[in-house]
């Protein structure tokens, strides 16, 4: 396990994976997007779910996500060829 001093307004060690590391600014929107994740997983490793329920649910979140996007997309084109 290596890790880093970054250079944040308050620095802050990060564990370096890979040689990429995530230096988000503290409080930032990418720094807050990283940290609901990591505690989602958290929380699925926490709790012993099976890597396949895990692989599962996130499949299932892309696709109910992939459903809403068709469907917007759907409506868009009807409106569009109503319009011409």
Do not use: F, G
């Given at each position: 396990m290596n890790w880093v001093l970054?250079?944040?307004?308050?620095s802050a060690i990060i564990r370096a994976y890979k040689d990429l590391i995530m230096d988000y600014r503290p409080y930032s929107p990418e720094w807050h997007r990283r940290r609901y994740l990591k505690e989602a997983l958290d929380k699925y490793f926490d709790d012993y779910v099976?890597?396949?329920?895990?692989?599962?649910?996130?499949?299932?979140?892309?696709?109910?996500?992939?459903?809403k996007a068709y469907e917007e997309f759907m409506r868009i084109n009807?409106?569009?060829k109503s319009l011409q």
């Open positions: 970054t250079p944040t307004t308050h099976d890597t396949d329920v895990i692989r599962a649910d996130i499949l299932d979140i892309l696709s109910e996500r992939s459903d009807q409106l569009e």
